[in-house]
């Protein structure tokens, strides 16, 4: 959890306390512990948020999902347990939601017929009529909550709206499992767009998507389908051509001859709004050869941008400084958008 934990945002005396309360081998106090150090932390968030800080306060709700999800890595198919975890990560974004200053609401999003998403909505403040909005779509089986305390400010500071997704449904009881393999996910990438050019606050000439951590084919695949995106933060098809280049070498030379090259870059093609490539650098692809992939794509896709994060501990997606730089790509693309000149 410390490795994985942004700079700053980790206390290790604090940990270090969790662990020493801890009985070896008891599975009850590894989950009695982490809990409890969740909820501390959550009502210690909102103190100091209701008093006036709001910034520590995200930071303080950050680190009590962190604590739910470690309280949740033994418990296997205990429902109850799993239940009670995503509820008080639920009640960590419900906490901060209600104490912006632009104060956000859950909002149901029609996908499936037996299977709507959720979605949070965090409007910009002081900002009249429709606003050129973000939306932020979660990795297949990845919570919203986490992304929306991380992305909130960056979106406010720049005067856009945030929308935050993912794809395990209503309530703290996900039913994503039955899902997987069942349906095309990348369809819902086109409902979430439905429901955010149906509100009356949302520029829907100047919607930006963005995946939660930057890489991210799913979302990829999904705009390939959808022209109405303004701009995307995501893989550009990039893991596909990897998976291509990978399965192609396992391959007689009578079957790759049939398979697509590394250079048909059939994703990127069919996308038609700005593309930005977040690449963490110690991430799952390296840099050299995605520079080669993006100059590829250049040939069709002009508007396309690689940038390669120099990350600290953990995630890329959790480094703050390198939040700001996408979502300031985000809004001098929103800004410029042919919708918006016209």
């Not at 512990?33 to 100091?48: C, H, P, Q």
């Not at 909505?121 to 606003?131: C, E, H, N």
């Not at 779509?137 to 305390?149: H, I, N």
């Amino acid at each position: 959890m410390l490795d994985t934990t942004p700079k700053g945002e980790g206390e290790l005396a604090e940990c270090l306390a969790v662990v020493q309360r801890i009985c070896h081998g008891d599975e009850e106090s590894w989950y009695r512990e982490w809990v409890r150090s969740a909820e501390m932390m959550r009502m210690a968030a909102l103190a100091v948020a209701d008093a006036g800080a709001l910034e520590a306060g995200r930071r303080k709700w950050l680190r009590a999902i962190e604590y739910y999800d470690v309280a949740a890595s033994p418990i296997g198919t205990c429902v109850m347990r799993r239940q009670a975890i995503a509820a008080g990560i639920r009640a960590c974004a419900s906490d901060y939601l209600g104490l912006a200053v632009s104060q956000g609401e859950v909002v149901t999003i029609s996908w499936r017929d037996d299977y709507p998403l959720e979605a949070y909505f965090l409007p910009a403040s002081d900002r009249d009529g429709p606003v050129p909005t973000v939306i932020c779509v979660c990795e297949p089986g990845q919570r919203k909550e986490r992304s929306l305390l991380r992305l909130a400010g960056h979106a406010a500071e720049r005067g856009l709206s945030l929308l935050v997704v993912d794809l395990l449904g209503p309530g703290p009881d996900s039913r994503f499992d039955e899902i997987v393999g069942h349906h095309d996910l990348e369809s819902a990438i086109g409902s979430v767009m439905d429901y955010a050019c149906d509100r009356d606050d949302v520029d829907d000439h100047r919607i930006a998507i963005l995946a939660d951590d930057w890489c991210s084919s799913f979302v990829a695949r999904g705009i390939a389908c959808d022209p109405r995106y303004a701009a995307a933060v995501c893989d550009a098809g990039l893991w596909d051509i990897h998976e291509r280049v990978c399965l192609s070498h396992r391959l007689t030379p009578d079957e790759r001859a049939g398979l697509p090259g590394a250079s048909d870059c059939r994703v990127a093609r069919q996308i038609m709004c700005p593309l930005l490539v977040a690449l963490p650098k110690a991430g799952w692809l390296r840099a050299d050869i995605a520079s080669r992939l993006v100059a590829q794509m250049k040939r069709e896709h002009l508007d396309v941008t690689l940038e390669v994060v120099a990350s600290h501990q953990g995630c890329a997606a959790d480094n703050a400084q390198a939040n700001a730089a996408v979502f300031d790509w985000i809004a001098a693309r929103l800004a410029s958008s042919p919708q918006l000149r016209s």
